[in-house]
């Protein structure tokens, strides 16, 4: 039998299956596959899925504030808007893939109704998906408990994260779109159900003396914390660094390495590492604090990328090492930072009974980081005369300039970064509940 710990863990935590696995295929195969089967001109792709993606991170922080009132009003409103969101997912997903093109055919012309089909559905999708994330995120942050207690509520998420992206690396190319949809629909309602039945998230009492602002002020709260703005700088810059080579991977293996086919392999040692190196990160926390086991991690992030600046072609074996090490690097970059969130909530007065504020910037951040990445990465590769499928010498030492040595310099301002504003994230607060205790 497992302990009522691994239990709780298991019922939090399974709902990040299912959310990132909803993510990869949006980001990968939706536009080749509208491309593909409907004949939509990639101007067009890019252009609906940035009006979209830009809606989708504005609206972030609504959603945040909006969940902390929703929080507030009890467990039984939660499990309708998480419900309710799960199936509006799901909705918004199958219909994405699979658009009714006859109706839309007739009404607007196959291509005009087509547009404004993926419009509202990528809309519905990311919509319900912000409210879903935001809510399992601050859930997390409201069960309390110590730094260690926290990390390991992250660390259940993000495994269960980790193993949605795998599967979702392989489904729709293995089994299609159709069996893909199902499989997300199952994995959402087994994430609903064991969120309800596993640990309920507290309430805040309600302070007569402690005035807050307006409603929608209370938005921007979370910036007037000082160990806030550090740590989200913290986050952009090491986000930043970690998303410059997920854009570039291909690029990477395909002209630098010389090994195109391998990049599925490469991707599934990176991930499975990662999820593996999480319980060690965690059972670093005890002894180093969060605060100084992420900047072990980022070290040795850095050690990794700058491995990968001395290879090329044929390097197929020490690239896997790399990605390997890479990948453990990552566990403490997917379970520590928003680990320090919670702690930076918890020891503030204007943190308690307001994560769903927190989590809304932190979750806009999150999306800002690989708009971004790529922002940065991709025009500063062009400017140094790379080009996709090139020979020359000169542009495979720009392509390794952006794969390589630009993540080490943000990693490295992230340490700085991190290192400056670690006395306030380091800084005791009052513990609650040591729901981990029995670990």
């Not at 001109?41 to 991170?57: E, M, N, P």
């Not at 003396?209 to 703005?229: D, E, F, G, S």
């Not at 100084?292 to 990968?308: D, N, Q, S, Y």
């Amino acid at each position: 039998m497992t302990s009522p710990a691994i239990r709780s863990g298991l019922y939090y935590g399974a709902l990040g299956l299912p959310l990132s696995f909803v993510a990869l295929p949006l980001y990968v195969y939706m536009p080749s596959y509208y491309a593909n089967e409907f004949g939509m001109s990639l101007t067009l792709l890019g252009a609906l899925l940035l009006g979209v993606r830009i809606f989708d991170a504005l609206t972030d922080p609504v959603i945040g504030q909006l969940a902390d009132d929703v929080f507030q009003r009890g467990l039984r409103l939660t499990a309708w808007v998480v419900g309710v969101s799960a199936v509006l997912l799901w909705g918004g997903f199958t219909g994405l893939f699979f658009p009714p093109q006859l109706f839309f055919g007739v009404a607007l012309g196959a291509e005009h109704g087509l547009i404004v089909w993926a419009a509202l559905s990528l809309l519905l999708t990311y919509l319900s998906y912000g409210v879903l994330t935001i809510v399992h995120q601050s859930w997390a942050a409201r069960l309390r408990g110590d730094d260690q207690a926290q990390s390991k509520w992250v660390s259940w998420r993000e495994g269960f994260a980790l193993v949605g992206v795998l599967i979702a690396s392989v489904l729709p190319s293995v089994a299609g779109m159709g069996t893909t949809a199902v499989v997300l629909g199952l994995t959402l309602a087994v994430g609903v159900v064991t969120l309800m039945v596993g640990p309920a998230p507290s309430r805040s009492k309600h302070d007569p003396t402690r005035v807050l602002p307006k409603r929608w002020a209370q938005m921007v709260l979370p910036w007037r914390t000082a160990a806030y703005r550090g740590l989200i700088g913290v986050f952009l810059l090491n986000g930043i660094a970690s998303a410059v080579p997920a854009t570039l991977l291909l690029f990477f293996v395909n002209d630098r390495l010389m090994a195109p086919g391998w990049e599925g392999l490469f991707l599934f040692v990176y991930f499975a590492v990662a999820a593996g190196s999480m319980p060690v990160w965690i059972a670093l926390v005890a002894r180093w604090g969060l605060s100084r086991t992420w900047l072990v991690g980022m070290a040795l992030a850095i050690a990794g990328f700058a491995g990968a600046a001395f290879l090329g072609a044929g390097d197929i074996v020490a690239f896997a090492v790399i990605c390997a090490a890479s990948g453990f690097a990552l566990g403490a970059d997917l379970a520590l930072p928003a680990a320090l969130l919670a702690k930076v909530i918890r020891d503030h007065e204007t943190g308690v009974g307001r994560e769903g504020a927190y989590f809304g910037w932190w979750s806009s951040a999150a999306k800002l980081n690989l708009a971004l990445a790529a922002g940065l990465a991709l025009p500063l590769l062009e400017g140094l005369g790379y080009t996709p499928g090139t020979k020359d010498a000169a542009g495979l030492f720009a392509l390794t300039i952006g794969y390589a040595v630009l993540p080490c310099a943000l990693k490295l301002l992230a340490m700085a970064a991190l290192w400056v504003w670690r006395i306030h994230f380091d800084r005791k607060g009052e513990e609650n509940e040591h729901i981990w205790r029995s670990v």
